[in-house]
């Protein structure tokens, strides 16, 4: 059982176009986040869901919309794809709100998203 | 705000050597958690070693381990007899504990490292 996933994997699509990311997680944490890895490998946090509430938001277009449907899910929807959104993202979950956690973040396997 | 600095971009060493990659950090924060994190040419993000900032033992995973100076603020990552499935990025994070970590992993910028048989 794939403890994180998202879908899909890879996305091509044109500039302008609007596009989702979908992620799950079954490990019962009560923390998702989405980051983004840039061309040069760096990961920047964009948003942190704690059981469907935003408490992270960086600096990040509002072209971008994450939604959290239930603590198990969090989506990530883009608006009017441009070519520096071009990246792979990552969602990952963590048990944030619980003594003796680890901290430890498990990530999904990325989605590669190229906009032409 | 946490910053985490990897000053080796690239690192290449022979199968069966030992490599150290290094990281330092800043923050204003007692007590956190530091992880090296390992991403291999699948992408997928793979946890490494985890260390807690009031623990003053280092962290060993089997092949892996720390070398955690808190007051430098470093935590360096040894690899001993070096494989080539350890090719991969090497990515050091810092995380606030507790309610904290629901601002997630600030991250390095990563170390390319590259065993060559």
């Known amino acids: 059982d794939t403890a994180v996933s998202q879908t899909p994997k890879y996305l091509v699509t044109q500039m302008g176009n609007d596009k989702s990311i979908k992620c799950e997680q079954n490990?019962?944490?009560?923390?998702m986040y989405w980051y983004k890895q840039d061309s040069k490998k760096f990961l920047k946090i964009m948003f942190s869901?704690?059981?469907?509430?935003?408490?992270i938001n960086e600096t990040v277009p509002n072209r971008f919309s994450p939604k959290s449907p239930d603590k198990a899910h969090l989506n990530l929807h883009i608006n009017s794809l441009e070519l520096g959104d071009s990246a792979v993202y990552f969602c990952?979950?963590?048990?944030?709100?619980?003594?003796?956690?680890?901290?430890?973040?498990?990530f999904g396997e990325g989605s590669r998203l190229t906009v032409l | 705000a946490q910053t985490v600095t990897q000053s080796q971009p690239e690192m290449s060493v022979q199968e069966a050597e030992t490599v150290t990659l290094s990281c330092t950090y800043d923050?204003?924060?007692?007590?956190?958690?530091l992880f090296w994190y390992k991403q291999p040419p699948s992408r997928q993000m793979i946890l490494v070693i985890r260390?807690?900032?009031?623990?003053?033992q280092n962290a060993t995973e089997n092949r892996f381990s720390v070398n955690f100076q808190k007051a430098a603020k470093s935590f360096s990552l040894k690899i001993s007899d070096s494989q080539l499935g350890d090719t991969a990025m090497y990515f050091c994070?810092?995380?606030?504990?507790?309610?904290?970590?629901?601002?997630?992993?600030?991250f390095g910028k990563g170390t390319h490292l590259i065993i060559q048989p």
């Open positions: 990952a979950s963590s048990q944030v709100y619980l003594a003796g956690s680890t901290g430890e973040l498990f």
């Open positions: 490990l019962g944490h009560d923390t």
């Open positions: 869901y704690n059981n469907k509430e935003l408490i």
């Open positions: 923050t204003s924060e007692s007590n956190y958690y």
């Open positions: 260390q807690e900032a009031y623990k003053q």
């Open positions: 994070a810092f995380m606030k504990p507790g309610r904290g970590g629901a601002d997630g992993l600030t």
